[in-house]
């Protein structure tokens, strides 16, 4: 079983719809949980963080985690052709402490118009 | 602040050639990560640096790969030989010092073939 786990993709849904991206972790002592957003031929960007059980919303993007099931999501409401790209969840474990984050393989998200 | 610096953004090489690829962290982060992504493997942790110091270099593929930080504003990732399998998109990132709630910022990559 990997560490990071993300739907596999590719998901496609239309402009204006919710994406819902998902990641399962392996880790309990997992502390911290970042999605970054990578287009194509560029680098990973961090979009979101959450460090709570709950919710956390930012303009279109709302993350959720939910520590007792492993399992942290994001959504993207009202779906923008700009948001097609790949998605990357990241977790942080309290067993280091130098900012290694463990990376899933991504889920790549299209918008279409 | 002009972020992680990566050098070159691209690189050709033949079979057997050596390659050097760097990066220059933000000033004032401890921590430096080298990444290897490709379509199939996706994003890969080769080593990370904390104050300038290797903590884990299991990430290796081979003992062609080799990662020095002399100092806190520069890294270097080595292949000696080069080979086909190499070609990827390296990434160097740093973070902040301090624990597990610091994202990582990422340079632009440089992109690696061998032919």
């Known amino acids: 079983q990997k560490e990071v786990e993300q739907n596999s993709g590719p998901l496609s849904v239309p402009e204006g719809a919710i994406a819902s991206l998902n990641c399962t972790y392996s880790?309990?002592?997992?502390?911290?949980f970042f999605w970054y957003r990578q287009y194509s031929g560029k680098s990973p960007e961090l979009i979101m963080f959450?460090?709570?059980?709950g919710d956390k919303e930012d303009g279109r993007f709302t993350a959720q985690l939910n520590k007792a099931s492993q399992y942290v999501s994001l959504l993207i409401r009202d779906s923008q052709p700009s948001d097609s790209a790949t998605y990357l969840c990241?977790?942080?474990?309290?067993?280091?402490?130098?900012?290694?984050?463990?990376f899933g393989d991504g889920t790549t998200l299209t918008v279409k118009p | 602040d002009a972020g992680v610096i990566q050098s070159p953004r691209h690189e050709v090489t033949e079979m057997g050639q050596e390659v050097t690829l760097r990066c220059k962290p933000i000033?004032?982060?401890?921590?430096l990560f080298w990444y290897r992504q490709t379509m199939m493997r996706g994003l890969e942790l080769l080593i990370y640096?904390?104050?300038?110091?290797?903590?884990?270099d299991s990430g290796m593929p081979e003992d062609r790969f080799s990662a020095k930080m002399p100092n806190a504003s520069f890294s270097t990732l080595k292949i000696q030989p080069s080979e086909p399998r190499d070609s990827a998109v390296y990434f160097c990132?740093?973070?902040?010092?301090?624990?597990?709630?610091?994202?990582?910022?990422f340079g632009p990559g440089t992109r690696l073939t061998v032919l």
């Open positions: 880790d309990r002592g997992s502390q911290s």
């Open positions: 990241a977790v942080n474990t309290i067993s280091t402490n130098a900012g290694k984050s463990t």
């Open positions: 990132a740093s973070t902040p010092s301090g624990g597990f709630y610091n994202e990582q910022f």
């Open positions: 000033s004032g982060h401890n921590s």
């Open positions: 959450i460090y709570s059980n």
């Open positions: 640096f904390n104050n300038n110091v290797p903590i884990d």
